[in-house]
């Protein structure tokens, strides 16, 4: 066996640590959408079987009562799987943190280079869950709320526009760019839908607004 220069070894070393410094992934790892809710006539039948009510009371409500970001593999916790999942050219670390990367807000249609600009919003807010009926889950079923991957509850979007949503309804706020008002109708109630949670007569109305935007 020939024996390799120390220079060759040297730079050989440097690239491996490269490599597994910052892994690129595949453009099948990352969907660069959230799961896909129903069509708007389903949202619709969806829509028209929750329960029309008031407001719970936030009594009792902390964001630590629905925790987040778990562990979701290796060292990625939620919030990264999203990064890597509606991005474009994702690059982590060993960490899983995504170190550079394109992402679209679908919110405001904004593009981003850096994740750092990026918030992943829950679709329906923890709050709004909250004051829907999640006052009376268990912690593990809240956690399983605020961490869903299966469905469409979570969104990277831009951090400015996911502080202007905060935890309001889609009576209290919509999404800037009008394009989205479908989809983003069509993935709120579903979610509302498989949890079992309920609306208010405004945020129904406005929902069904939202889902005439539908063609």
């Avoid at 109305?205 to 889902?211: D, I, K, Q, R």
Wanted: net charge neutral; glycine share 4%.
């Amino acid at each position: 066996m020939l024996a390799i220069p120390h220079a060759r070894k040297a730079a050989a070393t440097a690239i491996a640590v490269a490599v597994t410094a910052a892994i690129v992934l595949p453009a099948t790892a990352a969907s660069a959408e959230p799961p896909e809710a129903p069509p708007a006539a389903i949202a619709r039948k969806e829509l028209a079987g929750l329960t029309i009510t008031t407001p719970h009371s936030m009594a009792g409500y902390s964001r630590a009562k629905f925790p987040h970001w778990i562990t979701q593999h290796g060292t990625c916790d939620t919030r990264e799987v999203v990064l890597q999942r509606d991005g474009r050219g994702v690059t982590t670390d060993a960490q899983c943190r995504a170190i550079s990367g394109t992402w679209v807000s679908d919110y405001d249609g904004k593009t981003f280079t850096s994740a750092s600009q990026l918030d992943i919003d829950h679709v329906v807010p923890l709050a709004n869950a909250w004051r829907s009926g999640a006052d009376t889950w268990t912690t593990p079923q809240r956690q399983r709320f605020a961490n869903d991957l299966t469905n469409p509850q979570l969104i990277a979007v831009s951090a400015s526009s996911n502080r202007a949503k905060g935890d309001q309804s889609p009576d209290q706020w919509k999404p800037p760019l009008t394009s989205y008002w479908c989809t983003y109708a069509r993935m709120w109630t579903h979610i509302k839908h498989l949890y079992a949670l309920n609306v208010t007569q405004p945020e129904e109305t406005s929902l069904n607004t939202m889902l005439d935007t539908c063609t």
